[in-house]
């Protein structure tokens, strides 16, 4: 099996960004500007990612139910910045071809097995999986008996580290668990609410030839026509190229949009993503009288009662203060 390359960093005079879902740089926000909780997440996310990148742990497990949501744009922009040689699997892989991809990347490379799900009922990829991310010493010797090796050698010390990505965690799984307790494991997930919360702070950048106030206006639509389904940041780019090709048609882009909605599956708590408005400012008003010399306590305040993000949290306060 060849893995699939991954392109390399841009050269030492030109280091790379690392640019998150929705291509906002989370290292040069403007000044006063908060991250959405979704970017805190996918920032968290990142910081996991260095750790495999510099050495620092053997290897990573990534999952969450909900696409979209950046799992596997983080991870690579993150190898990328750090510099990491990568080898990307994200396929059909069986052991043999998993065995010998291992042995010849044994030393200093991060392999990364992207949303490969199936792998991890395969209790003979789950055995290298567990030596090649642990050993007695500090030695992993990976080993591996077949007739059909050819020149591989049966055993070799592994020396890379290994990113893995999933949707979620196979249940009733004692082997896969057995990896899972020698690794670092982080779940990326998020409320329709903090979806939201990411699509306006990139809406409001604009978007080729669209304002910000007309990508406002498309995050709105989607918002109120979300009618408890589960919303992706896939959903968004998409939108604002049907407001571009209605306006070159002379159509209505609402029809266009609403039909992409109506595709996506049911939220997993089977309830509307966000809380009503009037719920909003009620604690907001609540925060403001109980704590009206600290918009710092007034946002925490908000936050635990809403259970929404710190940004949302300063869109409600500008509303009440224009209001």
């Known amino acids: 099996m060849v893995p699939e390359p991954i392109p390399q960093p841009p050269a030492a005079d030109q280091p790379p960004r690392l640019l998150l ?11 006063g500007e908060p991250l959405t909780s979704l970017e805190e997440k996918q920032r968290l996310l990142s910081h996991h990612v260095k750790l495999v990148a510099r050495g620092l742990t053997n290897g990573l497990f990534v999952f969450g139910a909900v696409g979209g949501l950046g799992k596997s744009k983080v991870i690579q922009e993150t190898l990328l910045a ?17 065995y010998e991809v291992l042995f010849l990347n044994s030393k200093g490379k991060v392999v990364w097995l992207d949303d490969c799900d199936g792998l991890y009922g395969d209790l003979k990829i789950l055995g290298l999986l567990r030596s090649a991310l ?5 030695e992993r010797v990976v080993t591996y008996t077949s007739s059909q090796l050819g020149e591989l050698p049966n055993s070799f010390v592994f020396e890379s580290r290994i990113v893995m990505t999933a949707n979620t965690i196979p249940k009733k799984n004692d082997a896969f668990r057995a990896v ?23 809406a409001s950048k604009g978007f080729d030839g669209l304002t910000p106030e007309e990508c406002l206006g498309v995050v709105e639509f989607i918002e109120a026509n979300a009618a408890g389904r589960q919303l992706s940041l896939r959903l968004l780019e998409p939108s604002f190229k049907k407001v571009l090709f209605a306006r070159t048609e002379g159509l209505a882009w609402e029809p266009l949009v609403r039909s992409q909605l109506q595709t996506l599956g049911r939220n997993q708590a089977g309830a509307p993503g966000t809380d009503s408005k009037a719920n909003e400012l009620h604690h907001l008003r609540q925060a403001v009288e109980r704590h009206p010399g600290s918009v710092r306590e007034q946002q925490a305040y908000w936050c635990k009662a809403t259970g929404k993000s710190r940004a949302s949290f300063f869109r409600a306060l500008a509303r009440l203060r224009e209001g």
Do not use: P, Y
């Open 134 to 138: 642990w050993g007695q010493g500090g």
């Open 180 to 202: 899972l307790s020698r690794i670092d494991v982080f779940e990326l997930s998020a409320s329709n609410e903090e979806v939201l919360d990411l699509m306006r702070a990139v």
């Open 82 to 98: 750090e510099g990491a040689q990568v080898v990307l699997l994200n396929s059909h892989v069986t052991a043999l071809s998993l």
């Open 21 to 31: 879902v929705g291509e906002r740089d989370t290292q040069n926000v403007d000044e």
